[in-house]
Antibody, heavy 123, light 112 residues
Framework: QLQLQESGPGLVKPSETLSLTCTVS??????????WGWIRQPPGKGLEWIGN???????YYNPSLKSRVTIAIDTSKNQFSLKLSSVTAADTAVYYC???????????????WGQGTLVTVSS | QSVLTQPPSVSGAPGQRVTISCTGA?????????VHWYQQLPGTAPKLLIS???NRPSGVPDRFSGSKSGTSASLAITGLQAEDEADYYC????????????FGTGTKVTVL
């Protein structure tokens, strides 16, 4: 049973870079079985996919965020991370890390989620 | 920004049947990408409810069922219970967005 846990600052200043880490337990992040990724949810609003990463380091990003997003994997710590640059108040959201066992035509849904962490962008 | 459209809200009395639609396009649901459904209880992370259009993960009651046709999909809840009051989201992929994962706008289910 996979478990995912987000960590990182809950407050980020406008124009700075948001950085979050997701720690995975229950399996190796180097497993070929999973794609790891980030999803966010502004307060009172719907879900928005940010991007995914495979254990090989191959990344897939939401085109609307691609210019500001970096997702990386650290196999030595069994973690993956999110960096979102030049943040504004519109980036205030609960950020979830999650895993899925396929993407695109191979997708079977997002079956493991972290509990989520609220990041507020404010000076 | 969502490319999948859901009704903002649906409601029903306990025991009734409600359905939630998820309307997409030829670049996502109509392109053959599977649709998945999630239930989000207040203050919690979403939970996978239906996988691959019609499949219930282990532990999901058979009161929940999914279907897909053309460019749309639906989630049905039969025998509505108080604990089903939650937000529900559909999710698929979209070839016009480089295979991005896309979510529906979300539907609030209220048990009267």
């Amino acid at each position: 049973q996979l478990q995912l846990q987000e960590s990182g600052p809950g407050l980020v200043k406008p124009s700075e870079t948001l950085s979050l880490t997701c720690t995975v337990s229950g399996d190796s992040i180097s497993s070929s079985s999973y794609y790891w990724g980030w999803i966010r949810q502004p307060p009172g609003k719907g879900l928005e996919w940010i991007g995914n990463i495979y254990y090989t380091g191959r990344t897939y990003y939401n085109p609307s965020l691609k210019s500001r997003v970096t997702i990386a994997i650290d196999t030595s710590k069994n973690q993956f991370s999110l960096k979102l640059s030049s943040v504004t108040a519109a980036d205030t959201a609960v950020y979830y890390c999650a895993s899925r066992r396929g993407i695109g035509y191979s997708s079977v849904g997002i079956d493991y989620w972290g509990q989520g962490t609220l990041v507020t962008v404010s000076s | 920004q969502s490319v999948l459209t859901q009704p903002p809200s649906v409601s029903g009395a306990p025991g009734q049947r409600v359905t939630i639609s998820c309307t997409g396009a030829s670049s996502n649901i109509g392109a053959g990408y599977d649709v998945h459904w999630y239930q989000q209880l207040p203050g919690t992370a979403p939970k996978l409810l239906i996988s691959g259009n019609t499949n219930r993960p282990s532990g999901v009651p058979d009161r929940f069922s999914g279907s897909k046709s053309g460019t749309s999909a639906s989630l049905a809840i039969t025998g509505l219970q108080a604990e089903d009051e939650a937000d529900y989201y559909c999710q698929s992929s979209d070839s016009s967005l480089s295979g991005s994962e896309v979510f529906g706008t979300g539907t609030k289910v209220t048990v009267l």
